[in-house]
């Protein structure tokens, strides 16, 4: 059977590579070379044959690619000063993370950490080690290394792990007001910030927690924000104030014999007062899903030292204890993250001092992740621990990034937005709050709101994960979409939901006139194999058995399944790019849901499979023709 395909090919192959040179891509033409070398050894001969004259180029684009570790090398030997700060110094802390479960199991562990600490205010890169908002110089050999690898200096903290996301060209400081202020804090009553964080090493960074503390006029420790990422890339920030009913600061003596070290604790001469800070003590509600093995309910309470000497000038000890309790008030997990010895200073260190953090600490970054998932399944396959099932983020957390069609169905979603809301004959302002992705929020009037100006009905629509978008294109009614991921499924938030009968309509639109055959093909496949995507589910446990009885009874939707609304806006109004891409990325997920398990991950690991193959065929039937022309170009070069 496989002989006699392989025969057909070797009579029409002229049309099928014609086809892929105007349908495939290059992955497509690196397996039909993979196969014809692999069928045809002595092809490779060939093949060098050819290229050697070239051989000196190939050398001098490597070298250009092993610059950039060169370069990375010669930091080792980089001093460079911070410069003036308000608060404290860019720095090193060698730390010591740990972790103990006391309820309902116990479970412990402790592992080396590396943090850095930084005010806020500062800009810059010191000693070669360490950048923060630094532009990346431009040079020719920049896109030649991968994206981790461009970075100014070994470490570097970036704003776009921080805070809020669709703000690329905001720095640390300029997010952390505008979150200030969504919390109605006047950022002026906080000029003073150090930040706590693990840095980005080469690119790359987890960071389960950073602490942000906050200094008033006076220059004492007000405040602390803990900004908290789970595994999933979704985010929480807290802010917590110092109880006051405990003081700040308090006089004591000072009994040490003068200084100690550059970044000691006291910092002053003998016999001087010395500023001893309190520490913080607070406690919030838990809103946020971190660990599979606790639910979204709870309290966490926080004790913070003040990581920064009097006036703000030197170190303290940083040591920060976090307590997770049940909402019956049981200690469920505390965990702890405290320095050890004194930090380092970039800018002082040696060349083996920078030496020994990279080959001691450098590489702890990299194997947080991998930490985690090693403690998680101790606690499934030891203990035995009930798991809770990620839920969908409340409206006080951030979101995970969004995937490719995620982002690209995000852009396509705003402009039907923006036409709805211009359809609308209603008074009506819609402000738009994105998920996932770096783009900003947006305010968009009807007509009548832009001649009224009044924006008495207002309407926000944040989308709280990513996941909103390939979700909505499941649904061929714009209302039902909106409610449904409203009501059931959790992954939007909608200030207002009075106002959505003014901005969709219960009824499905008008048909639509199809102009390409493409295009007609593409939209009855995405018609034909529509379906509503099922609900999501609440938090349940592992434990727990499905919320609704399963039965043999199936649900039909009787309803007309024509075009939505949205493939009636693509296909009238959009772009022919537009029309492209959204109709690629939803034939993609409506296949994913039919033959890969819903994912798209796994329907690209098939269609690689069935490429490999094709290709393999193809070259299978190219076989006369490849040995005749490797013969013709061998004789060519001999005569040569």
């Not at 200073?345 to 998932?373: C, Q």
């Not at 349940?540 to 075009?563: A, C, E, H, N, W």
Request: aromatic residues 12%; contains cysteine; positive net charge.
């Amino acid at each position: 059977m496989e002989g006699v395909f392989v025969e057909s090919i070797e009579y029409c192959w002229p049309v099928l590579v014609a086809g892929q040179a105007l349908f495939g891509s290059q992955l497509d033409w690196f397996f039909l070379a993979a196969s014809i070398l692999w069928r045809h050894k002595y092809v490779a001969t060939l093949a060098y044959s050819l290229i050697s004259p070239f051989l000196p180029a190939f050398i001098i684009g490597f070298l250009f690619v092993l610059y950039q570790p060169l370069r990375f090398l010669a930091l080792l030997f980089d001093h460079t000063e911070p410069g003036p700060t308000d608060c404290g110094r860019p720095v090193f802390f060698k730390c010591q993370t740990t972790h103990r479960r006391v309820f309902p199991e116990r479970h412990a562990f402790v592992y080396s950490y590396l943090v850095t600490g930084i005010p806020v205010s500062w800009k810059g890169q010191t000693g070669g080690m360490l950048s923060v908002e630094t532009p990346r110089a431009p040079n020719m050999l920049g896109s030649l290394a991968p994206r981790g690898v461009r970075q100014v200096t070994w470490f570097e903290v970036n704003p776009e792990d921080h805070f809020q996301r669709g703000c690329a060209n905001m720095g640390l400081r300029e997010k952390l007001d505008v979150y200030l202020r969504s919390e109605g804090v006047e950022p002026t009553k906080y000029p003073y910030v150090y930040l706590i964080t693990a840095p980005r090493i080469l690119g790359y960074s987890f960071n389960p927690v950073s602490f942000w503390y906050m200094y008033n006029e006076s220059k004492d420790l007000s405040a602390v924000i803990c900004e908290v990422n789970n595994t999933f890339d979704e985010r929480r920030v807290y802010l917590v104030y110092r109880n006051d009913t405990v003081p700040a600061t308090r006089q004591l003596p000072n009994t040490s014999k003068g200084p100690v070290g550059p970044y000691g604790t006291h910092g002053r001469a003998n016999g001087e007062p010395s500023t001893a800070t309190f520490k913080i003590r607070n406690k919030w509600a838990k809103d946020f899903h971190v660990s599979p093995f606790n639910s979204r309910k709870g309290h966490y309470s926080i004790v913070a030292s003040d990581p920064l000497g009097p006036n703000l000038d030197g170190f303290r000890r940083l040591d920060t204890t976090i307590t997770l309790s049940s909402s019956k008030g049981h200690a469920k997990l505390v965990a702890r993250l405290a320095s050890l010895g004194e930090p380092l200073d970039p800018a002082k260190m040696s060349v083996l001092e920078k030496l020994g953090l990279l080959a001691g600490w450098g590489w702890i970054g990299l194997v947080t992740y991998p930490r985690i998932v090693r403690e998680a399944a101790k606690l499934w396959f030891s203990r035995k621990l009930h798991v809770w099932y990620r839920p969908e983020p409340l409206g006080t957390n951030i979101g995970r990034r969004a995937d490719v069609a995620e982002m690209e169905l995000e852009g396509i979603f705003r402009q039907y937005l923006r036409c709805l809301v211009r359809r609308s004959p209603a008074d009506i302002v819609v402000r738009y709050v994105p998920g996932g992705v770096d783009a900003p929020m947006e305010t968009i009037r009807s007509p009548t709101a832009e001649e009224t100006a009044t924006g008495t009905n207002e309407l926000e629509l944040k989308v709280l994960t990513p996941a909103f978008y390939t979700r909505f294109v499941h649904y061929a009614h714009d209302f039902e979409a909106i409610f449904s991921e409203f009501r059931e499924s959790c992954t939007i938030s909608i200030s207002n939901p009075d106002l959505l009968p003014r901005l969709v309509l219960k009824k499905s639109s008008p048909p639509v006139q199809v102009g390409s055959p493409i295009d007609y093909i593409y939209f009855k496949m995405i018609q034909n194999l529509r379906q509503r995507p099922s609900r999501i589910e609440r938090p349940l446990r592992s434990s727990d058995g499905p919320k609704y009885k399963m039965t043999d009874q199936r649900v039909v939707d009787i309803r007309d399944f024509r075009l939505s609304s949205m493939d009636g806006y693509i296909l009238s109004e959009a772009t022919g790019e537009t029309r492209k891409v959204y109709r690629a990325i939803v034939m993609r997920l409506f296949l994913a849901q039919h033959i890969a398990l819903g994912s798209l991950g796994v329907l690209w690991l098939e269609g690689l499979i069935l490429r490999g193959w094709f290709a393999w065929v193809l070259a299978a039937g190219m076989d006369s023709f490849v040995t005749i022309m490797a013969s013709k170009i061998g004789m060519l070069l001999s005569a040569l």
